[in-house]
């Protein structure tokens, strides 16, 4: 799903910037890994300004899909860090102009040849739009990656990690990377809203978290509108629920993350002139981190 990126201004940059090095770049060829035996790295220094072709399409629901593109080379890994999404290019039909959107990839990010996105369609993004139109074989512009938050692990001892929505990729990339490193063995917690049940994605793979990090996983899923014979929570999220569910950050050794709709984040992480849910539940600034 589309990352909501604060600074406007650095996508437009990085396109201008990706579409002129992009083409230079595609020109001239280059070494996407200096040492010969490591997998390739698609997204390593520089633009990529790569066209990967759409491999398969998953219906998750009634406007989300999970879209497949295969890498150059079945060996090739994306190459991102951590927190990193992907900004995308396209000329939708009519349009003179490129139209750039960046995406957090749900894949592992060492996964070989293959990058995954997960898309929600708004009806009136024009890239949402043109992505849930692709058919396999059709191909999409990738022109950079977007670096994010430098995690580090065992930084903190717990981090809760907040989504609303379409919030859940950049979240779910940060508590896949966490739990995917062995060396780190920070214990994560997801608090994750949604208007409906149908809106409930990567309930598998946190399923899977649950069963093999028992004593360091736990995600609470909270629904807006939920189905009659729902066995999850009821509401949105609430300083209530995050009292319940969430570690307080008593001692410092915490931090928590968010990531969905304007009015959520405003009301969890505030502004300069009113305090939001997570100060007024003691977490520090600088234990705050948006996506």
């Not at 035996?37 to 066209?51: L, T």
């Not at 043109?130 to 059709?138: N, T, V, Y």
Request: glycine share 8%; with cysteine; proline share 7%.
């Amino acid at each position: 799903m589309a990352l909501s990126l604060r600074p406007r201004a650095i996508v437009a940059s990085l396109t201008a910037g990706s579409i002129g090095a992009g083409l230079l770049f595609s020109r001239l060829g280059r070494d996407v890994d200096a040492d010969a035996n490591a997998p390739k790295k698609v997204f390593s220094r520089g633009p990529a300004f790569v066209s990967l072709p759409l491999e398969s399409v998953e219906q998750l629901n009634h406007d989300t899909k999970r879209l497949r593109f295969s890498l150059p080379n079945s060996t090739d890994v994306s190459g991102l860090s951590l927190t990193s999404a992907v900004l995308t290019l396209s000329w939708p039909q009519g349009q003179w102009t490129p139209v750039a959107r960046p995406y957090t990839p749900v894949s592992r990010l060492d996964e070989p040849g293959v990058l995954d996105l997960m898309v929600k369609h708004y009806p009136d993004g024009k890239q949402s739009t043109h992505l849930h139109s692709l058919k396999p074989g059709d191909k999409l512009i990738f022109a950079a990656a977007i670096g994010g938050h430098q995690w580090v692990p065992n930084s903190v001892h717990h981090v809760t990690l907040i989504a609303g929505g379409a919030g859940i990729t950049p979240i779910f990339q940060l508590a896949q990377g966490i739990l995917s490193n062995p060396d780190d063995k920070t214990a994560v917690t997801i608090v994750y809203g949604v208007n409906t049940n149908e809106d409930c994605h990567l309930t598998k793979e946190f399923e899977k978290y649950e069963k093999e990090f028992r004593d360091r996983f736990k995600v609470v899923y909270t629904v807006s509108r939920p189905d009659a014979k729902t066995t999850l929570r009821k509401g949105r999220v609430t300083k209530e629920l995050l009292e319940e569910v969430a570690p307080l950050p008593s001692n410092g050794e915490t931090k928590v993350f968010v990531c969905g709709p304007p009015e959520m984040e405003a009301n969890l992480v505030g502004s300069r002139k009113e305090q939001g849910i997570l100060e007024q539940l003691g977490y520090r600034k600088d234990q705050i981190h948006t996506f």
